[in-house]
């Protein structure tokens, strides 16, 4: 079993910053890749991005440029750096985790239980 426990949301104004924190317990294994998605208000669910061990990254290409994920192995802890936050940023932000990357950024093992993120205009 994995345990993911985020932390970092609040509310920000437009043109903000945020960092959100995950940080993975349990079987190793299972959380080689990690990982964000959201769900904003009325919308699906949407990878924002993952990172494995090693460092390699997928993002959302929506959000390249304004979004980076990080990784401390160290610590067990991912990490979200939200720059230039826009109103329709706001939503659930959601750790995930897997073996791979590929499963993580398409089907994930394994989800956190969110922290909202509010961006007001």
């Known amino acids: 079993q994995v345990q993911l426990v985020e932390s970092g949301g609040g509310l920000v104004q437009a043109g903000g910053s945020l960092r959100l924190s995950c940080t993975a317990s349990?079987?190793?294994?299972?959380?080689?890749?990690m990982g964000w998605y959201r769900q904003g208000p009325g919308k699906q669910r949407e990878l924002v991005a993952g990172i494995t061990r090693g460092g390699s990254t997928n993002y959302a290409d929506s959000l390249k440029g304004r979004f980076a994920i990080s990784r401390d192995n160290a610590k067990n802890t991912v990490y979200l750096q939200m720059n230039s936050l826009k109103p329709e940023d706001t939503a659930v932000y959601y750790c995930v985790s897997g073996v791979t990357l590929q499963r993580t950024t398409t089907s994930p093992d394994y989800w956190g239980q969110g922290t909202q993120v509010t961006v007001s205009s």
């Open positions: 349990g079987s190793r294994f299972s959380f080689t890749a």
